[in-house]
């Protein structure tokens, strides 16, 4: 298993300002993703964060906008750029130990872009 | 692409009723299969999967699925519901790598 700790837990922030999401695991993981989860909808996948190399993306979703980091195997960073309303969502990070196993979540961050 | 569908966005019963949500997913080849639940206030959490064998699979608090795949789904079963099993309910699917699929999930409340 895994404990992960999403910062913030929720934030209201300006339209055209970024906030950053920060991901902490209790131990080292291979994989790190972020997913979207916006009202009503289910969970999308943003980007699959590789440690030390560039993220890599899923259709419709871009770095300049969704900047990651993953500086090691514990922790990861997503930043959302310029954003507007339509980013007002649940962000969440996830880890998986291996191939073809369960994936492991994070409680989420819900932002609201006013 | 591969797809995860699941019938019913919202489903409300009574304690002790039973429970079946459907699930059916995209892909021709070899799949894992995955419910996770989400109660209020919580992060998402396994409750029960599938990767080969006995194609009926026991979870966590009296839940179960079948993976039929000829027909391309992974119901989840629970014969007697309660109160506490209020929450919501995602099946997503894995086709090799790491990367999950998932439903658009499936609300259930539970009357008590």
């Not at chain 1, 999403?6 to 291979?30: A, E, M």
């Not at chain 1, 790190?32 to 980007?47: D, H």
């Not at chain 1, 649940?90 to 994070?106: D, Q």
């Not at chain 2, 009926?56 to 993976?67: H, Y």
Request: hydrophobic share 35%; net charge neutral.
């Amino acid at each position: 298993s895994a404990v992960i700790s999403q910062k913030p837990s929720r934030d209201i922030c300006q339209r055209g300002t970024s906030l950053t999401i920060q991901c902490q695991v209790d131990s080292q993981v291979t994989m790190m993703f972020w997913y979207r989860q916006q009202p009503g909808q289910s969970l999308t996948l943003i980007a699959t964060a590789n440690q030390g190399s560039e993220a890599t993306y899923e259709s419709g979703f871009v770095i300049d906008k969704f900047p990651i980091s993953r500086p090691n195997l514990t922790f990861s960073t997503l930043t959302v750029s310029n954003m507007s309303p339509e980013d007002s969502s649940i962000y969440l990070c996830s880890v998986a130990h291996r191939e073809n196993t369960e994936a492991f979540f994070g409680q989420g961050t819900r932002l609201t872009v006013v | 692409a591969q797809s995860v569908s699941q019938h019913n966005h919202h489903v409300i019963l009574s304690e002790a009723a039973s429970l079946e949500l459907g699930c059916n997913y995209s892909y021709g080849g070899t799949v894992n299969l995955f419910w996770y639940v989400q109660y209020p206030g919580q992060h998402l959490q396994l409750l029960l999967k599938y990767f080969s064998g006995d194609p009926l699979v026991k979870g966590i608090k009296g839940f179960e699925a079948e993976f039929i795949k000829s027909k391309f789904s992974f119901n989840l079963r629970k014969p007697s519901v309660q109160w506490s099993d209020t929450a919501e309910y995602f099946c997503a699917v894995s086709t090799g790598g790491f990367k999950t699929i998932f439903g658009a999930g499936t609300r259930l409340f539970v009357k008590a």
